[in-house]
T-cell receptor, first 113, second 113 residues
Framework: EADIYQTPRYLVIGTGKKITLECSQT?????MYWYQQDPGMELHLIHY???????EKGDLSSESTVSRIRTEHFPLTLESARPSHTSQYLC????????????FGPGTRLTVL | RKEVEQDPGPFNVPEGATVAFNCTYS??????FFWYRQDCRKEPKLLMS???SGNEDGRFTAQLNRASQYISLLIRDSKLSDSATYLC??????????????FGGGTRVLVKP
């Protein structure tokens, strides 16, 4: 089982604040992903990376940005948080291989007031 | 039409009973299929991959029907701990580049004593 860490686990913040959600993994997986999931709804891919210096936008348009300077870290940043950003953000990793099995972190539950 | 569709349920299942549900997918070129389990307010976790010949893991049996483009999950001898949302996941080709996983909305299963 992959070791994936996300911090903070819960964040309540005011509108207009800049926030960074951290995701780190110790498995050396090249592929990393960010998903957004509202309660009871499906996951939507918002960003992914296939390795260092690789970042791509996912299916769901997001005002967030990501960076991949190191294999282990894939932080997500919101420059100016809004109530519409309230959601759960899940980070996942995947090794290269025939199957795209993904391992998820525990998620960050973000509430923007 | 969604790429991956599931009956959201909930499926109310007596403890010890068998429950089965399907998932349909639209991309006929998809090669990899998975069932993930997600508990309330938790991250998704891989339950099992789905192979062309069908596969079994304890009380769980997964089947793939390429002709009709659906996969199924059957749970025998349901336990209270099987209560969760089961996510159908299909590997597809991302618009930009590379492969990605597409998650269904999930089927909620409630096992009751």
């Amino acid at each position: 089982e992959a070791d994936i860490y996300q911090t903070p686990r819960y964040l309540v913040i005011g509108t207009g604040k800049k926030i960074t959600l951290e995701c780190s993994q110790t498995m050396g997986h090249d592929k990393m992903y960010w998903y957004q999931q509202d309660p009871g709804m499906e996951l939507h891919l918002i960003h992914y990376s296939y390795g260092v210096n690789s970042t791509e936008k996912g299916d769901l348009s997001s005002e967030s940005t990501v960076s991949r300077i190191r294999t282990e870290h894939f932080p997500l940043t919101l420059e100016s948080a809004r109530p519409s950003h309230t959601s759960q953000y899940l980070c996942a990793t995947s090794p290269w291989g025939l199957e795209d099995t993904q391992y998820f972190g525990p998620g960050t539950r973000l509430t923007v007031l | 039409r969604k790429e991956v569709e599931q009956d959201p349920g909930p499926f109310n299942v007596p403890e010890g009973a068998t429950v089965a549900f399907n998932c349909t997918y639209s991309n006929s070129a998809s090669q990899s299929f998975f069932w993930y389990r997600q508990d309330c307010r938790k991250e998704p976790k891989l339950l099992m991959s789905v192979y062309s010949s069908g596969n079994e893991d304890g009380r769980f049996t997964a089947q793939l029907n390429r002709a009709s483009q659906y996969i199924s999950l059957l749970i025998r001898d349901s336990k209270l701990s099987d209560s969760a949302t089961y996510l159908c996941v299909v590997e597809g080709v991302h618009k930009a580049a590379g492969n990605k996983l597409t998650f269904g909305g999930g089927t909620r299963v409630l096992v009751k004593p």
